[in-house]
């Protein structure tokens, strides 16, 4: 009776398991990542591919419930292998592998419908981390990234942003308002209340003298802000 009921306490329940692609034409960080990946039972690689169009065709024959995508590649480079991804109605979750690397492009794929980016050399439990909380509906963007993006675009305006006296986190959040985040995804990217970013953009719009999120943009963009 004591064997029967140490038994019944320790048995495992089944672990429902997050089904990933990876897409990189690089093989050794594709392995790499697949390593991680390995050491999770919360997670299965269900497939690897190198580049968009096989991964757009893989797609097609076996859903997953995240896809790691690469940001540049040969063929049909991540953002266009987003875009044609929404252009399909897909919403399946994106999220690209990057290096320091371009802002635009950046920008660029999260306009495209991407769920945020992580760094190629991240760590295991940051890796694991990021594709749960992208599996839960939320957005991911490492601070670092965004640190290295916002100082090195910073150089460039640097006088123009000076003399509209935006603050750091609202260039941040103008950055993901161009990407076409909501106020809430907007909140969830960055982990600030949904209530803080209203206000952020509030005074976002007196700075830039606009009467809308888009004509915000359109004058962020017209002042190289973003």
């Known amino acids: 009776m004591v064997y029967e009921q140490f038994i019944a306490v320790n048995e495992k329940k089944p672990i429902s398991q997050i089904h990933i692609a990876l897409v990189d034409d690089q093989p050794l960080e594709r392995q790499y990542i697949a390593s991680l990946l390995s050491i999770s039972d919360k997670i299965n690689l269900q497939w690897q591919a190198e580049n968009g169009e096989e991964a757009l065709k893989k797609l097609e024959q076996?859903?997953?419930?995240?896809?790691?995508?690469?940001?540049?590649?040969?063929?049909?480079?991540?953002?266009?292998?987003?875009?044609?991804?929404?252009?399909?109605?897909?919403?399946?979750?994106?999220?690209?592998?990057?290096?320091?690397?371009?802002?635009?492009?950046?920008?660029?794929?999260?306009?495209?419908?991407?769920?945020?980016?992580?760094?190629?050399?991240?760590?295991?439990?940051?890796?694991?981390?990021a594709i749960i909380q992208v599996n839960d509906g939320h957005y991911l963007f490492e601070n670092d990234i965004l640190e290295h993006l916002l100082s090195s675009h910073k150089k460039k305006v640097k006088k123009t942003q000076k003399d509209i006296?935006?603050?750091?986190?609202?260039?941040?959040?103008?950055?993901?308002?161009?990407?076409?985040?909501?106020n809430k995804d907007i909140a969830n990217a960055i982990f600030l209340a949904e209530g803080t970013v209203k206000n952020h953009i509030s005074a976002l719009l007196l700075k830039l003298k606009s009467q809308g999120r888009t004509e915000a943009i359109l004058k962020a963009l017209k002042l190289s802000l973003i």
Do not use: H
Request: charged fraction near 25%; glycine fraction near 6%; aromatic fraction near 6%.
């Open 165 to 182: 006296n935006i603050s750091k986190r609202e260039y941040e959040i103008l950055s993901l308002m161009a990407g076409g985040f909501s």
């Open 62 to 129: 076996e859903k997953v419930d995240v896809l790691l995508c690469d940001l540049r590649m040969p063929k049909l480079d991540g953002i266009s292998t987003v875009k044609r991804m929404r252009e399909m109605n897909n919403n399946l979750p994106v999220i690209m592998l990057t290096t320091f690397s371009d802002y635009q492009l950046l920008i660029d794929s999260i306009s495209s419908g991407a769920n945020g980016f992580l760094l190629k050399d991240m760590t295991y439990n940051r890796l694991i981390k």
